[in-house]
């Protein structure tokens, strides 16, 4: 869920840090860098798993069956 939410307001124009404080519940004002590394750390991983990672995941769990 947290991925797709990152991945929506990416896609809607959702500033950075409402989204990391709203959906990573970090505060930017606290540590904007690291919150900032955070964010975009799984911004990257959601964007990933949306292209190729869910084919790795399925393969895996089929290999799993047989």
């Known amino acids: 869920m947290t991925y ?3 991945l929506d307001d990416t896609a809607e124009g ?3 840090q409402d989204v990391a404080q709203i959906v990573l519940h ?3 004002a606290t540590d904007e ?3 900032y590394r ?3 750390s799984h911004l990257e991983r959601a964007q ?3 292209r190729e990672g869910y ?3 399925l ?3 089929v290999a799993k069956r047989i």
């Open 4 to 6: 797709l939410r990152l």
């Open 14 to 16: 959702a500033d950075w």
């Open 26 to 28: 970090r505060d930017p």
């Open 33 to 35: 860098r690291r919150t």
């Open 38 to 40: 955070c964010w975009q």
């Open 48 to 50: 990933w798993l949306s």
């Open 55 to 57: 084919r790795r995941i």
């Open 59 to 61: 393969e895996q769990g």
